[in-house]
C-alpha cells in the first residue's frame, strides 16, 4: 500500500531529484562510471576475513548450485541444444582449448 502510494506520487510529480522512476526498483539504472571505479577501489581494499571466505567457498559449492543433481528431464536443458553461432561464441571465451566438443564424441577442431 505504501508503495503504491509513494508510486502515484512519483508518476504525478515526477521530481527531478528522485533517481529511480519505479519504486522499490533499481531497474534501468545505471551508475556513473567515476562511482563504479570508487566502488571497485573501496571492494578491493577491503580484506576478507578467514570466515568471510569459508562462507564464500560454501555459497559457491556444488551443493548449492540450483542445477546440482538435476539430470536428464530434471535439467532445465534437457532436449535443448546450442545453435553454431552460440558455440562459436562459447570457444572463442575458452582460452586454450583446442577442441570444442559438439555432440557426444563429436568435436570441432579450432584453428585461431
Do not use: W
Amino acid at each position: 500500500m505504501i508503495l503504491e502510494r509513494e508510486q502515484s506520487y512519483l508518476d504525478k510529480f515526477g521530481p527531478e531529484y528522485n533517481i529511480l522512476k519505479v519504486t522499490s526498483s533499481s531497474l534501468g539504472f545505471k551508475h556513473s562510471e567515476d562511482l563504479l571505479v570508487i566502488m571497485s577501489i573501496a571492494k578491493k581494499s577491503k580484506p576478507l576475513t578467514d570466515e568471510h571466505k569459508i562462507n564464500i567457498n560454501i555459497a559457491n559449492s556444488e551443493e548449492n548450485c540450483y542445477l546440482y543433481g538435476k539430470t536428464g528431464e530434471d535439467h532445465p536443458r534437457f532436449g535443448k541444444t546450442h545453435s553454431l553461432e552460440t558455440l562459436k561464441k562459447m570457444s572463442l571465451t575458452q582460452i586454450g582449448e583446442k577442441f570444442l566438443r559438439v555432440k557426444k564424441n563429436f568435436y570441432i577442431i579450432l584453428i585461431l
